[in-house]
C-alpha cells in the first residue's frame, strides 16, 4: 500500500509492521504494541482478531483487548482519527479452514467478531474497512488462497488492498 500511496502523491513511508502470524490480541498488547508504540506513528491500520476466534477467546475479551489496542494506538498519534480498522476475513470459505472451526459455525463466530471491531469504530469515529464479503471469494476461486489453504494469496491481499486504499487515501488527504 505504501507504493501505491506514494503514487497518488502522499508522502508516506511504512515504520513498521510489527504483525505476527497467529497472534491474538493478548499477544499484540504484550509483543507488538511497544513496538508500534516507539515507532512515532502519523498513520496506522490494524487488522486482528482473527486467532482469537479460532483460539477461542470470548468475545468480551476480545472486546476488552481490542478496546486496549485501539486506545493505545490512538494514544501515539498527532490525530487519534488516522487509524484504518479491518474486519476479520471469512477463512472457513478457504480448502482447510474447517481444520481451524472444530465445531464451531466459523462464519457466525467471525461476523460476530466482526460486529465488536464495527461497534468500536463507529464509538471512536474511526473507520473501518469490511473484507468480509470480499473474502469469501476464496471460496470459489482458489488462486485467492495461498498454498498453505488457509491463508489469503497475494492476489488476495491485492484486492483487499484495492477496497482498503480509497478510503486511506481519502483520510491522509484531508
Known amino acids: 500500500m505504501t507504493f501505491h500511496l506514494q503514487q497518488k502523491g502522499i508522502v508516506i513511508s511504512l515504520i513498521e509492521n510489527p504483525s505476527v502470524l497467529g497472534a491474538t490480541t493478548q499477544e499484540v498488547i504484550e509483543d507488538e504494541l511497544p513496538s508500534y508504540e516507539a515507532?512515532?506513528?502519523?498513520?496506522?491500520?490494524?487488522?486482528?482478531?482473527?486467532?482469537?476466534?479460532?483460539?477461542?477467546?470470548?468475545?468480551?475479551?476480545?472486546?476488552?483487548?481490542?478496546?486496549?489496542?485501539?486506545?493505545?494506538?490512538q494514544a501515539k498519534l498527532a490525530n487519534p482519527h488516522h487509524i484504518v480498522l479491518v474486519t476479520i476475513p471469512d477463512f472457513s470459505v478457504t480448502p482447510n479452514g474447517?481444520?481451524?472451526?472444530?465445531e464451531r459455525d466459523a462464519a457466525m463466530g467471525i461476523q460476530g467478531f466482526n460486529q465488536v471491531i464495527k461497534d468500536l469504530a463507529s464509538e471512536r469515529g474511526l473507520v473501518v474497512v469490511d473484507i468480509y464479503a470480499l473474502s469469501q471469494g476464496m471460496k470459489e476461486h482458489q488462486e485467492l488462497t495461498a498454498a498453505d489453504g488457509i491463508h489469503p494469496s497475494a492476489q488476495e491481499y491485492a484486492l483487499w488492498e484495492a477496497l482498503i486504499l480509497p478510503t486511506v487515501l481519502q483520510m491522509l488527504q484531508t
Open 98 to 102: 474447517a481444520k481451524y472451526a472444530g
Open 39 to 73: 515507532s512515532n506513528p502519523t498513520f496506522a491500520s490494524l487488522q486482528v482478531g482473527v486467532n482469537d476466534w479460532i483460539h477461542g477467546t470470548t468475545k468480551q475479551l476480545f472486546k476488552e483487548n481490542l478496546e486496549t489496542i485501539v486506545t493505545r494506538m
